[in-house]
Nanobody, 125 residues
Framework: QVELVESGGGLVQAGGSLRLSCAAT????????IGWFRQAPGKEREFVAA????????DYADSMKGRVTISRDNAKNTVYLQMDSLKPEDTAVYYC??????????????????WGQGTQVTVSS
């Protein structure tokens, strides 16, 4: 069983930055790929970014490219999502998720059996 806890959300002005963290309570954290997704009110959950188990592969949604960086520290069982130049349309609940299926297909939410509870990000204009 993998438990994920997100933190770092909050209220920020447009153009500002936030760093989200996803902490996992599992001994074998290093074998899991981690994805970040977000869901705004009235909208479907969408992919934001992902990183493979080793940290050598990353993927970013086109809408976030150049504004977000995903990284991981396996010694701390934590994945980070640095978000810069935030826009009001980035307002959403941000979730991290874990999976360890073969292959690399991080944008598909059905690959992820483990999800955190989410952290709210609100960007004011």
């Amino acid at each position: 069983q993998v438990e994920l806890v997100e933190s770092g959300g909050g209220l920020v002005q447009a153009g500002g930055s936030l760093r989200l963290s996803c902490a996992a309570t599992v001994r074998t954290f290093s074998i899991y790929a981690i994805g970040w997704f977000r869901q705004a009110p009235g909208k479907e959950r969408e992919f934001v970014a992902a990183i493979d188990w080793s940290g050598t592969k990353t993927d970013y949604a086109d809408s976030m490219k150049g504004r977000v960086t995903i990284s991981r520290d396996n010694a701390k069982n934590t994945v980070y999502l640095q978000m810069d130049s935030l826009k009001p349309e980035d307002t959403a609940v941000y979730y991290c998720a874990a999976e360890r299926l073969a292959g690399w297909g991080p944008r598909d939410p059905s690959r992820y059996p483990y999800w955190g509870q989410g952290t709210q990000v609100t960007v004011s204009s």
